[in-house]
């Protein structure tokens, strides 16, 4: 088991930045994936960047070159760095780690943090 939260949501204008945090409550030994996820009113969850144990990342298309991924297996914290943040950004933003593969695969999620985009 492990429970996350995350931290850093908040209200800021379009072209502005915000960083958002995800503090695991144990080491992240296990965890081969860390990402963050967002949902907007009426709309499904959807991806928006992932980091591998190994540091690899992916971004969902409308955030490549905007926001950055990072890990700190220290910390046992990821980060996502957010900036030139448009109206579109606004959503409750989840943080997720999976565990295991096939039978033995777990993903948990953090409690979600709002961060809104004034236009």
């Known amino acids: 088991q492990v429970q996350l939260v995350e931290s850093g949501g908040g209200l800021v204008q379009a072209g502005g930045s915000l960083r958002l945090s995800c503090a695991a409550s144990?080491?992240?030994?296990?965890?081969?994936?860390m990402g963050w996820y967002r949902q907007a009113p009426g709309k499904q969850r959807e991806l928006v960047a992932t980091i591998t144990s190994s540091g690899v990342t992916d971004y969902y298309d409308s955030v490549k070159g905007r926001f950055t991924i990072s890990i700190d297996n220290t910390k046992k914290t990821v980060s996502l760095q957010m900036n030139s943040l448009k109206s579109e950004d606004t959503a409750v933003y989840f943080c997720a780690a999976d565990s295991g593969r096939g039978t033995t695969y777990r993903r948990y999620w953090g409690q979600g943090t709002q961060v809104t985009v004034a236009s």
């Open positions: 144990r080491t992240l030994f296990g965890i081969h994936t």
